[in-house]
C-alpha cells in the first residue's frame, strides 16, 4: 500500500511556511522511484536528490532532500509517498518554450530584444519561469522608458500546448516619444537662466530640436547637463554652489515633459594668496612660474586642474612618473579662498622595456630608432611624450597612444607601452591613354614611404608612348647612420622622338640623378646637402615660341650641368601627414656650380603654420607661403627657361590650371593657337584654410575638410616685373582630403576671384598620389 510521506507544491510552501506535513514514519530507503518524468532524465532528479538507497531517512531529512531537488527549477510540484521501504518521487516537470514571437517593436530591433530574452534563460527549448517573463517585461518597459516612451505597454503571454510547452508572445505597443516643453531653473541671481540653459545638452522642443532628439529627456542627459552646471559654476569662482533639487514631470497624457532645477549660488571666492606644500623636488620658484594666478584673481577649479597637471608633468621630466598634485582651497568668511597645492611626488621610476602594439607592417626598431626615451632610463614625462610625437610625424600612423604602467611588485619601476594604429604610406597609380600624336600611352607610378616596413622611401615611375619614354627611381634611408644620419639618391631619365612631336613648342630631353646626405642638428631641425648631374637637350619643335629659339641661338641646344645644393628644415608639426598643430619652415637652395654649361640658382622658401582653435584640435587655422627665386650668375643673365617655377592647380593656386598663371609665351607666326604658360623666375603663393570635422566622419585622422582662400602668381624679371597686387590671383573654395589604401585622395571646389582674360580657370581639380 502507497503511502504519502509529504507533498511539496510551488515554492514548497509547506517547507518555506513552517507547516507540519503529514507525519511519516523514519524508515530505510530500499529503492527510489521516479513517476512524472518527460524530458528531465532520471539520473538528472538522482544527482539532486541527497538521498540513496540504504539509508535511514526521516520526516525533515526527506523535506531538505525534496526543498533541493525543487531547486534545480525543472520542476512545478513534487511530492513523495512510500510503498513499503519504496521511496516514490511524482514530479511535474516546468513546461519547455516552444517558439517566441515579438510583435509592436520598431525602436528596439527584433535580435536585441531575442537575446535579452535569451540572457535571461528565456529561449526555445529552453525551461518556461513566468515571474522570469514577468521581470524581463518590466526590463523592456524600462528600456522604452529611457528613450522617453513614458506611454508604452509591454504585454506578455505564455499560450499551454499540448506535451507540456508554451508558446509566449510579447506584444508592444511602443507609444511616443515625450518631448521637453519646459526646463526651469530657480535660484540663479548672477547669470540669466538663458545662459545656463546654454550649457545644457537637453532642450526644449522645436522642429529642429525634434530632429535632432535634444528634446528628448534621458536621466543620464540630465545628469551630464547637472555637472556642466556645477563646472560652470566652480570655474567661476563659486565654491559654494549647490543643485539643491532637480524635479522631473510629466503630463497626465504622458507626451509632455518638465523639468526644474534649483539651485544655490553662493558667493564668489577670489583668491587671497597660493601655497606650495609637500616635498618640492623642484625648487619652489621654478614651480611658482607654472602658477600663473595671483592674489585677486577669480577662483576656477579647471584652472587649478590645469596647473596640477602642469606641476605634475614638471616633476614626471624629473622621473617622477607618478607624482601627484592637488589643488586645496580653503574659503574664508570674506569670499576669499587660499589655494594650497599639495606636492607628493612619489618614488623616482625608471623604465624597464618600451613596447609596441599596433605596428602591422612596420618593424619594431623602426619605431625604436623615434625613441628618445631609453630603456633602463629615468622615466622622464617630456622625454616619453616627445617621442610620440616623433612617432606621430612618421607618417606611418593614424594614432599613436602612450601608456606608462607601473611593472607589478615594484615601486620605481614602468614599462611605457606605445600603441600605433598603421594607415596607408604610399601611393599607386596607373595610366592608359591614346593619343593620335603618341600613340597609346602607358603609366605606372609606384612609391612608399615605409618600404617593407623598413621606414625607408622607395618611389619608381614609368611612362611610355611612341614618342615619350620616361622613368625616373628614388631612395631615402633616414637612419642610415643610428644618430640620424640620413642617405638618398634618385635616378630620371626623358627621352622624347623628334619625329613624333614635331608639332609641339619644344622637346625636353633629360637624364640625370642626385645623392644627398642629411644631419639632424636637434631634435626638429635638419640639414640636408648633396649634388647631382643633370644632362639637357632642347628640340625645337613646328611651332616653337620665339622665347625659346632665342635662348638656343644664344646657349646652344644641349648642356652639361652640375649641381650642389642645400636645404634647411625646421619642424615642430605634430603629425607627417594631415598636422593639426605646429609649424615648419624650409629654405633650399639649388645652385649649377661653375664648370657647367649654364651657371645658374633656384631658391626657395616655405613656411607651413597650424594655429588649433579647439582643444580637441578639430577646428585648425592654417597659413602658408612660398616664395621662390632664380636667376643666372657669372655671364649668365637668367635662369634657362625650363628651370622655370610655375604656378596654380591643386597644392598650388586652386580654382586655375595646374602650372597655367604667369607670362605667356610668344607664339611663332605660323601658330594661331593661345599661347602656351612660359613660367617665370619668381614664385609667390600663400593661403589661409580653415581645417573643420569632416561631416558624418566622427573624429577621424585620415580625412580632412577645409574652407581655404589661395593667392599667387608667377613673374619673370627678364621680361618686365610687374608689383601690383592687382596680378596676384585670388580663388576661394572647399576642400577635402583623404587618406586611401591606394594612396592620398583629394579634391577641391575653387572659385577664382579675380582672374582675368586669358586665364585658365578650373572649378573642380581632383588629386590622387600626390602628398599633402
Not at 377 to 400: M, P
Amino acid at each position: 500500500m502507497r503511502r504519502s510521506l509529504l507533498g511539496v507544491a510551488v515554492g514548497l510552501a509547506v517547507a518555506s511556511m513552517g507547516m507540519k506535513p503529514a507525519l511519516a514514519d523514519e524508515f530505510t530507503v530500499a529503492d527510489i522511484e521516479v513517476e512524472g518524468l518527460q524530458r528531465v532524465s532520471a539520473g538528472t532528479v538522482f544527482a539532486a536528490f541527497p538521498v540513496n538507497i540504504g539509508e535511514q531517512v526521516d520526516e525533515a531529512e526527506l523535506a531538505a532532500a525534496i526543498k533541493s531537488l525543487f531547486g534545480t527549477g525543472l520542476f512545478t510540484d513534487i511530492e513523495a509517498s512510500r510503498d513499503g521501504g519504496v521511496l516514490i518521487i511524482t514530479v511535474r516537470e516546468r513546461p519547455s518554450i516552444s517558439s517566441i514571437e515579438i510583435e509592436g517593436n520598431k525602436n528596439i530591433e527584433t535580435d536585441m530584444l531575442m537575446d535579452a530574452l535569451a540572457g535571461a534563460g528565456l529561449q526555445e527549448g529552453q525551461v518556461f519561469r513566468r515571474a522570469t517573463l514577468e521581470r524581463l517585461e518590466l526590463e523592456i518597459l524600462r528600456s522604452y522608458i529611457a528613450q522617453g516612451r513614458y506611454n508604452a505597454r509591454v504585454k506578455a503571454t505564455a499560450e499551454e500546448l499540448p506535451r507540456n510547452r508554451v508558446d509566449i508572445s510579447l506584444e508592444i505597443n511602443e507609444g511616443t516619444v515625450a518631448a521637453i516643453h519646459h526646463i526651469n531653473i530657480v535660484g540663479n541671481k548672477d547669470f540669466s537662466e538663458e545662459e545656463l540653459l546654454g550649457l545644457f545638452e537637453l532642450e526644449t522642443t522645436s522642429w529642429w530640436n525634434s530632429i535632432t532628439n535634444s528634446d528628448k529627456y534621458a536621466r543620464e542627459r540630465l545628469s551630464g547637463d547637472l555637472e556642466s552646471l556645477r563646472s560652470f559654476y566652480l570655474n567661476r569662482g563659486y565654491l559654494d554652489f549647490t543643485v539643491e533639487s532637480s524635479q522631473v514631470s510629466i503630463s497626465p497624457d504622458k507626451q509632455k515633459v518638465f523639468i526644474a532645477i534649483a539651485i544655490n549660488e553662493g558667493p564668489q571666492y577670489t583668491i587671497s594668496e597660493v601655497n606650495l606644500r609637500g616635498d618640492l623636488i623642484v625648487g619652489e620658484e621654478e614651480l611658482r612660474k607654472l602658477i600663473p594666478v595671483k592674489e585677486g584673481d577669480v577662483f576656477s577649479r579647471a584652472r587649478m586642474t590645469s596647473i596640477s597637471e602642469a606641476l605634475s608633468f614638471r616633476l614626471g621630466k624629473e622621473g617622477y612618473a607618478f607624482a601627484n598634485v592637488n589643488a586645496v582651497p580653503e574659503p574664508a568668511d570674506d569670499n576669499t579662498a587660499s589655494v594650497t597645492f599639495y606636492v607628493e611626488p612619489g618614488k623616482r621610476a625608471y623604465v624597464r622595456r618600451v613596447n609596441f602594439d599596433g605596428n602591422v607592417s612596420t618593424r619594431d626598431d623602426v619605431l625604436r630608432q623615434e625613441m628618445t626615451q631609453m630603456e633602463g632610463g629615468v622615466a622622464s614625462s617630456d622625454r616619453i611624450e616627445f617621442s610620440k610625437t616623433k612617432l606621430e610625424r612618421l607618417g606611418f600612423f593614424s594614432t599613436v597612444n602612450v601608456e606608462t604602467v607601473p611593472v607589478p611588485g615594484t615601486d620605481d619601476l614602468v614599462d611605457v607601452n606605445y600603441s600605433v594604429e598603421e594607415q596607408p604610406t604610399g601611393s599607386l597609380s596607373a595610366s592608359i591613354g591614346f593619343s593620335q600624336d603618341s600613340g597609346v600611352i602607358l603609366g605606372a607610378n609606384v612609391s612608399e614611404n615605409n618600404f617593407f616596413g623598413s621606414g625607408k622611401r622607395v618611389s619608381f615611375g614609368v611612362n611610355v608612348s611612341d614618342s615619350v619614354k620616361s622613368a625616373n627611381i628614388s631612395y631615402l634611408d633616414p637612419y642610415y647612420t643610428v644618430d640620424g644620419v640620413s642617405r638618398g639618391f634618385s635616378l630620371f631619365a626623358r627621352e622624347t622622338d623628334y619625329e613624333e612631336e614635331d608639332i609641339s613648342s619644344y622637346l625636353l630631353d633629360e637624364y640625370g640623378g642626385r645623392v644627398t646626405f642629411g644631419y639632424p642638428t636637434d631634435q626638429i631641425t635638419r640639414l640636408n646637402f648633396g649634388l647631382g648631374y643633370t644632362r639637357s637637350n632642347i628640340k625645337e619643335g613646328l611651332f616653337t615660341s620665339q622665347e625659346v629659339r632665342d635662348f638656343i641661338v644664344e646657349e646652344g641646344d644641349s648642356f652639361d650641368n652640375y649641381f650642389l645644393f642645400g636645404s634647411w628644415r625646421r619642424s615642430t608639426l605634430n603629425r607627417g601627414v594631415l598636422p593639426t598643430d605646429g609649424y615648419s619652415h624650409s629654405l633650399s637652395l639649388d645652385v649649377a656650380v661653375p664648370g657647367s654649361d649654364l651657371t645658374f640658382y633656384k631658391a626657395t622658401h616655405k613656411t607651413d603654420f597650424y594655429f588649433p582653435i579647439t582643444e580637441d584640435n578639430r577646428w585648425v587655422f592654417r597659413a602658408r607661403s612660398e616664395i621662390g627665386y632664380g636667376d643666372g650668375y657669372g655671364d649668365r643673365t637668367q635662369m634657362p627657361f625650363y628651370e622655370h617655377f610655375y604656378s596654380g592647380g591643386y597644392g598650388s593656386v586652386r580654382g586655375y590650371e595646374a602650372n597655367s598663371l604667369g607670362l605667356r609665351a610668344t607664339n611663332s607666326e605660323f601658330d594661331l593657337s593661345e599661347p602656351d604658360p612660359f613660367g617665370g623666375n619668381l614664385l609667390t603663393e600663400g593661403g589661409l584654410e580653415l581645417i573643420t570635422p569632416t561631416p558624418f566622419a566622427g573624429d577621424s585622422r585620415s580625412m580632412r575638410t577645409s574652407v581655404f582662400l589661395d593667392a599667387g602668381q608667377v613673374f619673370d624679371t627678364e621680361r618686365g616685373f610687374d608689383p601690383e597686387l592687382s596680378e596676384v590671383r585670388l580663388a576661394a573654395g572647399v576642400g577635402f582630403q583623404w587618406i586611401t589604401a591606394v594612396g592620398p585622395l583629394a579634391f577641391s571646389l575653387a572659385q577664382p576671384l579675380n582672374d582675368k582674360k586669358g586665364d585658365d580657370t578650373q572649378v573642380f581639380q581632383f588629386s590622387l598620389g600626390q602628398t599633402f
